[in-house]
């Protein structure tokens, strides 16, 4: 069987930045991956170009089997594939119930607004967000914002899963807590690729963790030994991180 998400020598330049430098990753469906880095070492910019939000200079991307190098990321998510943004970007003035209302109509085989709004409730129980579903999501804290990030991805029915940085800036209870949504979402079939800075977060949850510095993947493998990789301390040393 093939891998879920294969990604060969993908490229993006800003000018004369390279941000994403040839860089190649498998993930297998069932797996939690960790992508850890430096500030500016193409993390996000890895996690636009697979997910459509920007079009690659070169490469490919393969995910369940189709070849969806330069599509358009609503096409992308209709195959399964959802991100969410460091930065969370929801209709403000809608609620929270409308907010996960509207991603789930970007799903494809146009369930019908029973089912749709089923999914609505199911999720906004699961992340605990139910006693704010008719809040407009501008009265949001921060770490519900997140949380609402969240439920918006998985109103597409996700086989993947990009998480960016879910955990930054959310408190410790908080971060745990989304923590073990990752693991019971991973538990019943979902597939996670997950950006954090959070090294206890990354630890409990990664069987795998990818490595980037400038651009490139420069260590893949288990927590214990990509830390003790010293290529990998280098290019934290180097920054201004632990
Ligand atoms: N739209 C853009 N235009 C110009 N340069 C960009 C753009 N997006 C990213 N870059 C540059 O590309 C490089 C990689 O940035 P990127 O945001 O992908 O890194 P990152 O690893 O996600 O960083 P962080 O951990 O701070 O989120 C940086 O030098 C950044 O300044």
Known sequence: MSALLEVRNLARSFGGIRAVDGVSLTVEGGEIVGIIGPNG???STFFNLVAGVLPPDGGSVRFAGHDVTGWRPHRIARLGLGRTFQIPTPFLKMTVR???LVAG???PQGRSAKE???????WLEFLRLAHLADEPAENLSGGQMK???LGRVLMISPRLILLDEVAAGVNPVLA???AGYIRTLNGQGITFLVIEHDMDLIQDLCSRVIVMDRGQKIAEGDFDAV???PQVVAAYLGSDEA
Do not use: V
């Open 147 to 149: 949380l609402l990030e």
């Open 116 to 122: 749709l709004a089923r999914a609505a409730g199911h």
């Open 227 to 229: 830390k003790a990789n």
């Open 98 to 100: 409308q907010n996960l």
């Open 41 to 43: 070492s193409g993390k």
């Open 105 to 107: 109509m970007a799903q």
């Open 176 to 178: 745990r807590e989304i």
